[in-house]
């Protein structure tokens, strides 16, 4: 017995030739929405839902999600193969279930001494900021929820060792900006006036820090985790935002320029994580920079992803198949 519940709005609706083996309706006018509360024997239990809407001269307009159908059909999707996934694949030969299975569990065994291997450099008594460049790496691989608990813990040390504090004597607005995103993505309490020690004696954003392109890019990225209310950082989005456009006409250096311009089409906040990890691994990988356990790692977590994704896709699929 499944329990499905459809929202739609109550102006000027209603529900007609409703049909089904079981069902209740439950009307809630006071919040002004209506809840459809069905109760069906199963997915294929001939279960219709029809809605209108009645204009004033009695027309009756039907309400169509006007769908179209995929553009895959079903015999390429069963046919998708990835040799990353590890678990038996329903439907298909026993032989390239057995090897499906192999190859799957070969990498995973992988992706195992890579993650322990990780959390040994996340362990590590090093400096703050270095810390603070793993998390962010992390994050933007998007291999960051293998270590929740380890990223949980150097966050707190580095508020508990007032970091941000040592950092402004330093003046670095790259290290401050950085910790203040990430503590406000793991939702710890950080205000916005430790960028109150890059103003001059004016209140605005001093422009020595033109030069640092890291701490700009660091600086605008930041500002997108704000709260109502707080003018700092709509002061520091708009100084940041207003060079990143002039580097971006000045600069030569082609693979900085290409990430200020991801940048500024939008922020790492409002990014699909998923998405957004498949770009940063051809980024770093032509940085050439990265340490290549963490490369690995990322590659290998976003093609064992994929291979479920894919499963996902072939199952919805047979099902709709079984429907019809």
């Given at each position: 017995?499944?329990?499905i519940?459809?929202?739609?709005?109550i102006?000027?609706?209603?529900?007609?030739?409703?049909?089904?083996?079981?069902?209740?309706?439950?009307?809630?006018?006071?919040?002004?929405?209506?809840?459809?509360?069905?109760?069906?024997?199963?997915?294929?239990?001939?279960?219709?839902?029809?809605?209108?809407?009645?204009?004033?001269?009695?027309?009756?307009?039907?309400?169509?999600?006007?769908?179209?159908?995929p553009?895959?059909?079903?015999?390429?999707?069963?046919?998708?193969h990835?040799?990353?996934?590890?678990?038996?694949?329903?439907?298909?030969?026993?032989?390239?279930?057995?090897?499906?299975?192999g190859?799957?569990?070969?990498?995973?065994?992988r992706?195992?001494?890579?993650?322990?291997?990780?959390?040994?450099?996340?362990?590590?008594?090093?400096?703050?900021l270095?810390?603070?460049?793993?998390?962010?790496?992390?994050?933007?691989?998007?291999?960051?929820?293998?270590?929740?608990?380890?990223?949980?813990?150097?966050?707190?040390?580095?508020?508990?060792?007032?970091?941000?504090?040592?950092?402004?004597?330093k003046?670095?607005?790259?290290?401050?900006?950085?910790?203040?995103?990430?503590?406000r993505?793991?939702?710890?309490?950080?205000?916005?006036?430790?960028?109150?020690a890059?103003?001059?004696?004016?209140?605005?954003?001093?422009t020595?820090?033109?030069?640092?392109?890291?701490?700009?890019?660091?600086l605008?990225?930041?500002?997108?985790?704000?709260?109502?209310?707080?003018?700092?950082?709509?002061?520091?989005?708009?100084?940041?935002?207003?060079?990143?456009?002039?580097?971006?006409?000045?600069?030569k250096?082609?693979?900085?320029?290409?990430?200020?311009?991801h940048?500024?089409?939008?922020p790492?906040?409002?990014?699909?994580?998923?998405?957004?990890?498949?770009?940063?691994i051809?980024?770093?990988?032509?940085?050439?920079?990265?340490?290549?356990?963490?490369?690995?790692?990322?590659?290998?977590?976003?093609?064992?992803?994929?291979?479920?994704?894919?499963?996902?896709?072939?199952?919805?699929?047979?099902?709709?198949?079984?429907?019809?």
């Open positions: 017995m499944s329990l519940r459809f929202h739609l709005p102006s000027k609706l209603s529900v007609s030739n409703l049909v089904s083996n079981d069902c209740n309706v439950r009307r809630y006018a006071n919040y002004q929405s209506l809840f459809v509360m069905l109760k069906s024997n199963g997915v294929g239990g001939g279960m219709c839902l029809k809605a209108s809407t009645q204009s004033d001269d009695n027309v009756i307009v039907r309400q169509c999600a006007n769908y179209q159908p553009m895959w059909k079903d015999d390429f999707i069963q046919s998708l990835n040799e990353f996934g590890y678990f038996t694949i329903f439907f298909s030969s026993e032989s390239t279930s057995k090897q499906s299975v190859s799957g569990k070969t990498y995973k065994k992706f195992n001494q890579l993650k322990g291997q990780v959390k040994t450099l996340l362990g590590e008594r090093r400096d703050s270095e810390q603070l460049e793993l998390i962010d790496v992390l994050q933007r691989l998007g291999i960051s929820y293998h270590f929740r608990s380890e990223i949980k813990d150097i966050l707190q040390r580095t508020i508990s060792n007032k970091f941000y504090e040592e950092d402004k004597k003046n670095s607005l790259y290290a401050t900006s950085l910790q203040f995103r990430l503590l993505q793991h939702q710890f309490h950080i205000f916005e006036d430790v960028f109150n890059f103003k001059d004696e004016m209140g605005n954003f001093k020595c820090f033109y030069e640092d392109i890291n701490g700009m890019l660091s605008y990225e930041a500002s997108f985790l704000s709260t109502k209310g707080e003018t700092v950082l709509e002061e520091a989005k708009c100084f940041a935002v207003k060079y990143l456009n002039e580097f971006i006409k000045s600069s250096d082609e693979l900085k320029v290409e990430m200020v311009e940048a500024l089409k939008l790492l906040h409002w990014r699909i994580e998923r998405l957004e990890a498949r770009w940063s051809d980024i770093y990988e032509r940085i050439g920079t990265l340490n290549p356990i963490l490369l690995e790692i990322a590659k290998l977590d976003f093609n064992m992803v994929q291979s479920i994704y894919q499963e996902d896709l072939k199952y919805a699929f047979r099902l709709q198949s079984y429907d019809c």
